[in-house]
Every structure is written in C-alpha cells, then in structure tokens.
C-alpha cells in the first residue's frame, strides 16, 4: 500500500480561500475576459464550484441594489445566449454517442470551444515549446508584460514541469490528465491557484497527457538558465 499523500495546510488554505474570493469575483462580474472565460469553464467540469458561484450569484443579487455599478464581462451575452431554449436539449449526449468524437474533444468545456469557433482539443494545431511540451493561444498576447493572456498547455505524462514562479496569479484548470505539486494532486475540473510568492515544479501524472487552461498575469519567472533561454524564443 503506498504512502498517503500529505497535503501542506498551507497550500491547501491559500488555494481554498483563492479560489473562493475567484467564485465572488466571477459572481459580481469582476473578472477580466481571460479569468471569466477560465472561470465558466471551472464552474461547467466542477460540481463543487459550480455550486459555490450558483450560492455567490444568488446572494449577489439579493445585494444588487446595495453595491455600485461594474461593467458587464464581454462574455456575459455569449454565456446567456449559449443557454436560450433554442439549443438542443440533448445536444451533450448527442455529442457523447457520437464514435468518431474523440475523448480529447469531449473534454473541452462549452464555453472553451465557443472561444476557438467549435473547435475541439483533437483538433488544435499545438506549438510545441520543448520536447513533450506543447501550447496554443486562446486569448491574450503571451509575449507581453501586462494583462491577463489564457492559453492551452499540453505536456507529457511523466514528464516534471520546470521550477518556475510567477508575475502575478496563475490560474490552472485541469481538462485532462492530472499533475502533482507540494503534494497535492489536480485532476480534471481542480481549479489550482498560484501567485508571485510561490516557487514550484509540477510532476504530471504517467499514463495520459496532461491538458490545462491556464491563465497568467505575465511570463513565468524561470529558475534554472535554460528554462530562462526558451522563454525568450518560446514567450511562455
């Protein structure tokens, strides 16, 4: 029997609460595009957080007439339409019986595959950016200083990620595969949370590979120097 996985309670206290006060945000609107568009795809995979942003939304609207004013998020119409009656009710199991359907396309959440046209994971041209390491863009600029970027991360089951830390938070939904850190593993729908204070490099699960929607605030901060040389090419 293998050891159990000890869990920091630090780690674990700090992603709870982060990814609390992220759900509030959602729920007031406050998120900027690439932190609502990762958030919907959180709230469509995780039963727990989808629960969470129901109750924060609820409780928001009982204070609407209590709070100022905030623009609307960009996505807001596409999300509300994307649910009229005019959809298929069953257009999920639809999807799901089809065989030719790959599980990598299934993975990907609705509000995802509106933002790249209807397109599937199986379907994406990736940039590899090392070996057993790939990416694409979804929204954002990758290449520059300031301002939330969301993008698609593939890497390689077995592979150890390398040691980075970050400008600002790293937001990091799981789609397929898992990865470990400090302990702690992340599986499809964990959202994981991270900021410019912490250091680490995550261990992806053997077997699959993994698939994350990430979102960061800037470049990662690199600690080893060839990391730091394919970041100037690669613009991660």
Same mark, same amino acid.
Not at 32 to 41: D, F, G, K, N
Not at 207 to 215: F, N, P, R, T, W
């Given at each position: !029997?293998? &050891?159990?996985?000890?869990?920091?309670?630090?780690?674990?206290?700090?992603?709870?609460?982060?990814?609390?006060?992220?759900?509030?945000?959602?729920? @007031?609107?406050?998120?900027?595009?690439?932190?609502? @568009?990762?958030?919907?795809?959180?709230?469509?995979?995780?039963?727990?957080?989808?629960?969470? &942003? !129901?109750?924060?939304?609820?409780? @928001?609207?009982?204070?609407?007439?209590?709070?100022?004013?905030?623009?609307?998020?960009?996505?807001? +119409?596409?999300?509300?339409?994307?649910?009229?009656?005019? *959809?298929?009710?069953?257009?999920?199991?639809?999807?799901? @019986?089809?065989?030719?359907?790959?599980?990598?396309?299934?993975?990907?959440?609705?509000?995802?595959?509106?933002?790249?046209?209807?397109?599937?994971?199986?379907?994406?041209?990736?940039?590899?950016?090392?070996? #057993?390491?790939?990416?694409?863009?979804?929204? #954002?600029? *990758?290449?520059?200083?300031?301002?939330?970027?969301?993008?698609?991360?593939?890497?390689?089951?077995?592979?150890?990620?390398?040691?980075?830390?970050?400008? $600002?938070?790293?937001?990091?939904?799981?789609?397929?595969?898992?990865?470990?850190?400090? #302990?702690?593993?992340?599986?499809? #729908?964990?959202?994981?949370?991270?900021?410019?204070?912490?250091?680490?490099?995550?261990?992806?699960?053997?077997?699959?590979?993994?698939?994350?929607?990430?979102?960061?605030? $800037?470049?990662?901060?690199?600690?080893?120097?060839?990391?730091?040389? +394919?970041?100037?090419?690669?613009?991660?």
């Amino acid at each position: !029997m293998s &050891a159990p996985i000890r869990i920091s309670q630090d780690l674990l206290f700090r992603t709870i609460n982060d990814r609390d006060d992220a759900i509030t945000d959602y729920a @007031a609107g406050n998120l900027s595009p690439a932190r609502y @568009a990762l958030m919907s795809c959180a709230v469509e995979l995780n039963p727990d957080l989808a629960e969470s &942003a !129901m109750f924060q939304t609820e409780l @928001a609207a009982c204070l609407i007439n209590e709070i100022r004013p905030v623009p609307l998020s960009p996505l807001l +119409i596409g999300e509300t339409l994307a649910k009229l009656s005019y *959809r298929e009710a069953d257009e999920v199991q639809n999807v799901a @019986a089809n065989d030719h359907v790959s599980r990598q396309t299934r993975v990907a959440p609705r509000p995802l595959r509106d933002l790249m046209g209807g397109t599937g994971l199986r379907d994406i041209q990736w940039k590899s950016l090392i070996p #057993g390491m790939a990416i694409h863009d979804v929204l #954002g600029n *990758r290449r520059t200083e300031e301002g939330d970027r969301l993008y698609l991360l593939k890497a390689k089951g077995g592979m150890r990620m390398p040691e980075h830390s970050h400008n $600002g938070e790293e937001w990091t939904l799981i789609l397929n595969g898992a990865y470990t850190v400090e #302990g702690r593993t992340f599986r499809r #729908g964990d959202l994981h949370i991270e900021d410019e204070t912490k250091t680490h490099s995550p261990t992806i699960e053997e077997g699959e590979d993994c698939i994350c929607l990430v979102m960061t605030e $800037g470049p990662l901060v690199m600690k080893s120097w060839l990391p730091k040389l +394919i970041q100037k090419v690669v613009g991660i």
